[in-house]
């Protein structure tokens, strides 16, 4: 009687080499897929970072290009539903046109878009709306920018306990004193409005030679500072002292970014 032997072996190396083919399969088409995800983000981060640069350049402003980055993996998935998570958008070096032969700069303008509706058929076919249901966007304007927008010598800036404060010599009766005093910053029509008032100096007389001195540098420490024109529809909403300068918040809701608004 002759006996078989090893007859099963060879079936369970063709079974395992099968299972690390499939696995191969599949972390090939896994890296084809994220290869092919990453692409597709890129073109599309591309494009909208030509159009915004576009506008900043309609607007009269300058920038760098626009750094976009379009949140959230996969993407390929997003385009599908047809719904975005959030979109950055960073302008570097902003600087625009505030009035009055007056420039303002930001060193950063972060803009983000969120809530993003674009249906595959728009995307495919360029027609339809793609629209952003909120936008926000937050830039800086340094304490010696805004120097230089006053234009009052030796004035100083920053910030204490989130107000804006400022201090400055002035002559008077022979002597220079050390004035200080705090401002209002308000948003109104899309104009950053400061006013300084309670300006003090230790040891400074209050007669009125003197009173109406100091009132009238306060006076000329007005500034109405006219924002210029923002990328996706953006309004100045409210200005915030802190220790780097002033934060200018801005928004805009149902923002199109096909037409118009992009």
Known sequence: MTEVYGSARPRKRRGRRL?????????????????ADRFAASYAEREIGDRV?????DQKATSEQPDVTVEGVPFLTQVVR????????????????????QT???????????????????????????????????????YADLVELIDQEGLQLSEKDG???GTAPIKALGQTWNVSGTATVEVK????????????????????????LVDNYVRNLALDLK????????????????PEGLVVTAGASDVSLNSGGL
């Not at 719904?83 to 505030?98: D, H, M, T, V």
């Open 19 to 35: 299972l690390i083919t499939f696995l191969v399969l599949l972390l090939i088409l896994a890296a084809a897929l994220l290869v």
């Open 53 to 57: 640069a576009q506008q900043v350049e």
């Open 82 to 101: 047809g719904r975005y998570q959030e979109i950055k958008i960073l302008l570097r070096s902003f600087s625009g046109p505030a009035g009055n032969g």
């Open 104 to 142: 303002i700069k930001m060193p950063l303008l972060d803009i983000r878009a969120k809530d993003v509706t674009a249906p595959l058929d728009t995307v495919r076919s360029g027609n339809g709306d793609i629209v952003a249901g909120t936008v926000t966007g937050a830039g800086t304007i340094a």
């Open 163 to 165: 107000k804006l404060v």
């Open 189 to 212: 029509d899309g104009v950053v409005q400061v006013r300084f008032a309670d300006v003090t100096a230790e040891g400074l007389p209050n007669v009125p030679l003197v009173r109406n």
């Open 227 to 242: 924002v210029p024109a923002l990328p996706l529809g953006l309004k100045v909403q409210k200005v915030d002292p802190r």
